[in-house]
């Protein structure tokens, strides 16, 4: 489910997204109250399918799969050696949710 995403993300196929991604979904942001991950979250396949289509683009590019606390994900290393994980929650086959983590408290024991 990760490289389909992430195959979909770096390509900017809003339908590849689509299809991939549960009617609900959500996309949560959390980078610690500052930087690009302070903002609202996302709901909905088609506005989620559409940000990742366009801002998700680079970072799918520098993404690649793990497991994060047992359950589907990916992390980016960003040059300036800022850290950003993606949580999913996959229910029913399609991804239900999505927790972009980059706060660095929360993150502190990545390697």
Same mark, same amino acid.
């Given at each position: 489910m $990760? @490289? *389909?995403f992430l195959a979909a993300a770096r390509a900017g196929d809003f339908e590849g997204l689509l299809a991939i991604l549960d009617p609900d979904v959500a996309l949560r942001? @959390? +980078?610690g109250g500052a930087g690009p991950l302070a903002r609202p979250a996302i709901t +909905? /396949? =088609?506005? !989620?399918a559409g940000e990742l289509a366009v801002r998700g683009r680079i970072f799918a590019g520098l993404a690649r799969p793990i497991v994060v606390n +047992? /359950? /589907? +994900?990916a #992390? !980016? =290393?960003l040059t300036d050696g800022l850290v950003v994980v993606a949580a999913?929650? $996959?229910i029913g086959g =399609? #991804? *239900?949710e999505i927790d972009l983590i980059g706060d660095p408290g929360k993150l502190r024991g990545i390697r």
């Open positions: $990760v @490289d *389909a942001f @959390d +980078g +909905g /396949a =088609r506005e !989620v +047992g /359950a /589907a +994900g #992390i !980016v =290393r999913m929650t $996959v =399609r #991804i *239900a």
